[in-house]
């Protein structure tokens, strides 16, 4: 049973747009949610985290949103560039405190920007 | 700074032979984690390291999978004897404690014949 679910395995966006990638969990006991983004051949890369105690975290380009009653959350990225395409996961643990150590992670959303 | 180190980077072997992995993680990181991710899928957990310590192997597949860290850095996963099914991506991880993110090896494609 998947508890982490990104139920957009792909998006396709222009260049200069939003991106906007969903994620939804099951599992209350979570409260802190990371996002990596993976390139072809390499490990994911860290890119923005969110505690259950805020509802945004904004880095850059990059925002996070995350609403506890509906159990969802969703990455901003705006402006996207070409260099963004890549896969998205969306990973929430169990402990507080930002301690990731055990993650529960989704299955990934590929996302293309076009130039 | 050096970013977590594995190899070999690929590994293509025939089944019922044994492979080995290795990971170097970022200097004075205590938390080491192996994860296995196949196509199409999120990493899984195998097993996580607290300096030599395996703190949680809950999904390790004990009978033909072994890891070790025996000085608290570099570690290393082992298969014997692999199978059709362990064909996947090996990642190596490692944080600092108490820290968020999690930095991630460019990881082993495993192909088992």
């Known amino acids: 049973d998947q508890q982490v679910k990104q139920n957009s395995p792909s998006l396709s966006v222009q260049e200069g747009r939003i991106s906007i990638l969903n994620c939804d969990y099951t599992?209350?006991?979570?409260?802190?949610f990371l996002w990596y983004k993976k390139y072809p051949a390499e490990g994911p890369t860290f890119l923005i985290s969110i505690s259950s105690i805020k509802d945004k975290n904004e880095d850059g380009r990059f925002t996070v949103f995350l609403n506890k009653s509906a159990k969802h959350l969703s990455l901003h990225i705006v402006p996207s560039q070409p260099g963004d395409s890549a896969v998205y996961f969306c990973?929430?643990?169990?402990?507080?405190?930002?301690?990731?150590?055990?993650?529960?992670w989704g299955l990934g959303t590929s996302l293309a920007v076009n130039p | 700074e050096a970013g977590v180190v594995q190899s070999p980077r690929y590994k293509i072997i025939e089944k019922k032979q044994p492979v080995a992995f290795w990971c170097n993680p970022i200097s004075g990181h205590n938390t080491l984690y192996w994860y296995r991710q196949n196509l199409g899928q999120g990493p899984e957990l195998l097993i996580r390291y607290e300096n030599e310590e395996a703190v949680d192997d809950s999904q390790l597949p004990k009978d033909r999978f072994s890891a070790e860290r025996l000085k608290g850095v570099d570690s290393t996963l082992k298969i014997q004897p692999a199978e059709l099914g362990d064909s996947a991506v090996y990642l190596c991880?490692?944080?600092?404690?108490?820290?968020?993110?999690?930095?991630f090896g460019p990881g082993t494609r495993l192909t088992v014949l």
């Open positions: 991880a490692s944080s600092l404690v108490r820290v968020g993110e999690q930095f």
């Open positions: 599992n209350s006991m979570f409260d802190y």
């Open positions: 990973a929430a643990s169990p402990d507080n405190a930002g301690n990731n150590r055990k993650l529960i």
